[in-house]
């Protein structure tokens, strides 16, 4: 009998370590609520059209199909059971000789009812629910005959100056400049109005703090309005209360927290305040050396000190290191290898910081560019990346802006809505379409 290895969630960690298991003695089941990995980096793109699901999404099933001690299963793990050794799905239930949970993180709204009003980014249906809302928005500013109403359909808020803030409100910046320009005739592109809230003193605070700025300006050249030290402390259906002040927006978007997945609660080990399972230095729960946790779920400590980030680096390497102690190699701590962090602000803007060097601008985007191609997972998913980006590139375009599901109440269409607006003064769309080149 060979030990069974289960491996809950295809993410990041999961699949690297179903991967790094395939010359081993053992049996593989990798779960997955999902039938798809996900390339969450590469999310806000789908958000914001410039790419479409499947582009940045790979069935798990092909990913390990040439894997023979592999199998992969669709299904959703209500319980864990460390004791009995015994999973729970939901629709059945699984007994193991090793686990390795991995099935990262979800938005945390620091305990307000928040989700249906501010969506945040971290699956498909997320991703296509704010590209739903965002072109949703632009449709009904083109009806809309009120100003006051027409400036809050074309006024984006994003909540939370991180990573996935920074790259989402940048992006929101270049659809009203460059994509929308010119498809409607009510919208004057130089309306749309972007504001990024950031409760701390500056964004990207994890990055060196003249890269923190160096995207502040580079946001600012796509109309992004900045707030540092803004907290939002009311989000409803016409804006946000940040700072006592009230913004009205139609669309606000969640950019500010993340929790640890639910299952880490159910395998008796410590947790930190956002539900992430303590682990011990080679990443297995204290008292199960049969169990591992890893990714975003993990609170993994440096053996140097400090923390292993949540990002898919950490994700991967915390994968292939208990892969190694099932295939038997010793129970040695996890060293994370820091490659650096990278972050997008729009077309041909970026930020890189290392250890040795950190970059912005043109030259930083070249290199996050090559480097998100290369993880892709698939030769299909990656040719097609690189035509879809082409193209965006050379035309500003967003092929993807599909409205997708409900389109809920729009303003009703009567015989003002066909006034036009006065076309854009040149210097102004000269100006709209030279920013970020
Ligand atoms: C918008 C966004 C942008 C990001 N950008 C970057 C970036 O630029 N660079 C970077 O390094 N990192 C980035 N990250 C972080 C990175 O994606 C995560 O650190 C990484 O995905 C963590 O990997 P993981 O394997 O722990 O979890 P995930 O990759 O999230 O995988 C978890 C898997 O578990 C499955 N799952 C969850 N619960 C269950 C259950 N109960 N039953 C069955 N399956 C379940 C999910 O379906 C999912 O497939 C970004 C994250 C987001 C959301």
């Given at each position: 009998?060979?030990p069974?290895?289960?491996?809950?969630?295809?993410?990041?960690?999961?699949?690297?370590?179903?991967?790094?298991?395939?010359?081993?003695?053992?049996?593989?089941?990798?779960?997955?609520?999902?039938?798809?990995?996900?390339?969450?980096?590469?999310?806000?793109?789908?958000?914001?059209?410039?790419?479409?699901?499947?582009?940045?999404?790979?069935?798990?099933?092909?990913?390990l199909?040439?894997?023979?001690?592999?199998?992969?299963?669709?299904?959703?793990?209500?319980?864990?059971?460390?004791?009995?050794?015994?999973?729970?799905?939901?629709?059945?239930?699984?007994?193991?000789?090793?686990?390795?949970?991995?099935?990262?993180?979800?938005?945390?709204?620091?305990?307000?009812?928040?989700?249906?009003?501010?969506?945040?980014?971290?699956?498909?249906?997320?991703?296509t629910?704010?590209?739903?809302?965002?072109?949703?928005?632009?449709?009904?500013?083109?009806?809309?005959?009120?100003?006051?109403?027409?400036?809050?359909?074309?006024?984006?808020?994003?909540?939370?100056?991180?990573?996935?803030?920074?790259?989402?409100?940048?992006?929101?910046?270049?659809?009203?400049?460059?994509?929308?320009?010119?498809d409607?005739?009510?919208?004057?592109?130089?309306?749309?109005?972007?504001?990024?809230?950031?409760?701390?003193?500056?964004?990207?605070?994890?990055?060196?703090?003249?890269?923190?700025?160096?995207?502040?300006?580079?946001?600012?050249?796509?109309?992004?309005?900045?707030r540092?030290?803004?907290?939002?402390?009311?989000?409803?259906?016409?804006?946000?209360?940040?700072?006592?002040?009230?913004?009205?927006?139609?669309?606000?978007?969640?950019?500010?927290?993340?929790?640890?997945?639910?299952?880490?609660?159910?395998?008796?080990a410590?947790?930190?305040?956002?539900?992430?399972?303590?682990?011990?230095?080679?990443?297995?729960?204290?008292?199960?050396?049969?169990?591992?946790?890893?990714?975003?779920?993990?609170?993994?400590?440096?053996?140097?000190?400090?923390?292993?980030p949540?990002?898919?680096?950490?994700?991967?390497?915390?994968?292939?290191?208990?892969?190694?102690?099932?295939?038997?190699?010793?129970?040695?701590?996890?060293?994370?290898?820091?490659?650096?962090?990278?972050?997008?602000?729009?077309?041909?803007?970026?930020?890189?910081?290392t250890?040795?060097?950190?970059?912005?601008?043109?030259?930083?985007?070249?290199?996050?560019w090559?480097?998100?191609?290369?993880?892709?997972?698939?030769?299909?998913?990656?040719?097609?990346?690189?035509?879809?980006?082409?193209?965006?590139?050379?035309?500003?375009?967003?092929g993807?802006?599909?409205?997708?599901?409900?389109?809920?109440?729009?303003?009703?269409i009567?015989?003002?809505?066909?006034?036009?607006?006065?076309?854009?003064?040149?210097?102004?769309?000269?100006?709209?379409?030279?920013?970020?080149?």
């Amino acid at each position: 009998m060979r030990p069974h290895v289960v491996i809950v969630g295809g993410g990041f960690g999961g699949l690297a370590t179903a991967r790094e298991l395939a010359n081993v003695d053992v049996d593989v089941t990798l779960l997955d609520r999902r039938n798809h990995h996900l390339f969450q980096p590469l999310l806000y793109q789908v958000a914001t059209a410039a790419l479409s699901p499947s582009d940045i999404a790979y069935p798990i099933r092909a990913a390990l199909s040439s894997q023979k001690n592999a199998r992969v299963l669709l299904a959703e793990v209500r319980r864990i059971d460390p004791v009995g050794r015994r999973i729970e799905l939901d629709d059945g239930e699984l007994t193991y000789d090793y686990l390795v949970v991995a099935t990262g993180a979800t938005h945390s709204y620091f305990g307000k009812d928040w989700a249906h009003l501010a969506p945040g980014l971290k699956s498909i249906e997320d991703a296509t629910e704010i590209r739903r809302r965002v072109f949703l928005a632009y449709e009904a500013a083109e009806r809309e005959t009120d100003p006051e109403r027409q400036k809050e359909w074309l006024t984006f808020v994003v909540v939370g100056g991180g990573p996935t803030g920074v790259e989402l409100a940048g992006a929101l910046g270049e659809i009203g400049l460059h994509t929308l320009a010119h498809d409607f005739r009510k919208i004057d592109p130089t309306n749309v109005h972007v504001v990024l809230f950031e409760g701390g003193d500056r964004v990207l605070s994890s990055y060196p703090a003249k890269l923190s700025e160096a995207a502040r300006q580079q946001l600012e050249r796509r109309r992004v309005e900045v707030r540092l030290n803004a907290v939002v402390s009311e989000i409803d259906e016409r804006g946000v209360i940040a700072g006592g002040e009230r913004v009205g927006a139609r669309t606000v978007l969640w950019a500010a927290g993340v929790k640890a997945s639910p299952l880490g609660a159910d395998l008796g080990a410590p947790l930190d305040r956002a539900g992430r399972v303590i682990v011990t230095p080679e990443l297995s729960v204290p008292g199960h050396p049969e169990i591992f946790v890893i990714g975003d779920l993990a609170k993994m400590d440096h053996p140097d000190g400090g923390q292993v980030p949540g990002v898919a680096q950490g994700a991967i390497q915390g994968g292939k290191h208990v892969a190694r102690i099932i295939a038997g190699e010793p129970r040695t701590p996890f060293r994370y290898h820091d490659k650096g962090n990278m972050a997008t602000i729009g077309r041909a803007s970026a930020i890189v910081a290392t250890k040795r060097f950190s970059l912005s601008g043109v030259v930083a985007w070249m290199l996050w560019w090559v480097v998100h191609i290369f993880f892709l997972v698939g030769f299909r998913n990656r040719a097609l990346m690189m035509l879809h980006w082409g193209w965006s590139w050379l035309t500003f375009r967003r092929g993807s802006r599909l409205i997708t599901g409900a389109t809920g109440a729009l303003p009703a269409i009567h015989s003002a809505t066909l006034v036009q607006r006065a076309p854009m003064p040149r210097a102004q769309e000269t100006r709209a379409s030279s920013l970020g080149n």
